[in-house]
C-alpha cells in the first residue's frame, strides 16, 4: 500500500496536478489539507474517474480536510476526542470546531488527515489553540495505542512545525520570534511521538523540506521547512518499507506551496485477517 499526506492549498485549483500525481505514483490513499471547500464543491469526478472514493470535510473556503482511496473508506470521523475548537474574540470550552481532522479506516489502517492549526503569532489566542489541540490528538494517540497496540495507526498531515533546527531553512523564522519553531511546539511534537507514535519518513529521508512559502524566491533558494509528516503507531510503522518526499511537485505551473509525503507499507495480511477494534 502507498499512502501519502499533501496539503494542496485548494483543491479545485489544482485538482489536475493531485490526481495526475496520484496516478503516476500509483498512490492508493492520500491525505490531503487545504482544501479550502465544501463537500458539495469538492471536484470529485476527477478523483472517481480515476477509481478513488472520497471522503471529505471542510465548512468554507478556509482548512477542509479530505482522504482519497482506492479501497472503501470505512468509520469516517470529524473529529478527535476532545479536540478543541477556535473562534477569534471567544473564550471558553464551547467553541466551535474546525474543519481541521478527518479519521477513517482503509484496509485496517486507521489514518487521519490533520491540518494542525498555524499558531499565527507567539502569545496570539491562536497559538495557545494550537498546544490545546495538539495536546489532545496526544491523548487519543496514547490511548488508541494503548488500547489497541495491534491495529496500524498513521497520524498524517501538515503539522506547522519544524521540530529541529535543520528542518527550518526559512530565515524569516526566527526561535523566539516565530510560530513553528519555538521550545512549546516543538514539545508538543516530541509529546505525539512519547504517545505512541513515531515519524516514518525520517529514517529513510533524513533531510528536506516540505513546504516553502510563495515570496522572496524560497523555492529557489530552498529556504524550506519540513512541517509534513507521516507519524505511525509500532504497527505501521513496521509495515513501512520505503517513504519520500517529492519535492518536484514544488515545481511547474501553479503549485501548492508544499509537497506530498509518502510511505510504502507492506501490512502482510489480507484485508479479512487485519484487526478491526477502534476506539
Known sequence: MRMA????????TRVDRVVDWMVREDVDVLAMQEIKCKPEQFPAEAFESQGYELAIHGFDQWNGVAIASRSPIEGVETSFPDMPGFLKG???PDQPQEARAIG?????????????P???ALGDPHYGYKLDW?????EYARGETTAHPEVPLALMGDFNIAPFDQDNGDPAVVEGISTHVSPQERQAFFALEAAGVTDVVRPRVPEGYTYWDYKQLR???NEGM??????????????????????????????????????ELDLGADDEDMPMIFG
Open 226 to 263: 519540513r512541517i509534513d509528516f507521516i507519524l505511525g503507531s509500532e504497527a505501521f510503522a513496521a509495515a513501512v518499507t520505503d517513504a519520500s518526499i517529492h519535492r518536484n511537485e514544488r515545481k511547474g505551473q501553479a503549485p501548492s506551496d508544499h509537497v506530498p509525503v509518502l510511505a
Open 90 to 92: 471567544v473564550e471558553g
Open 134 to 138: 495538539l495536546a489532545a490528538l496526544a
Open 219 to 221: 523555492f529557489p533558494r
Open 5 to 12: 499526506t499533501w496539503n494542496v492549498n485548494s483543491i479545485r
Open 104 to 116: 477513517a479506516v482503509v484496509d485496517g489502517v486507521r489514518l487521519w488527515s490533520l491540518y494542525v
Open 118 to 120: 498555524n499558531g499565527r
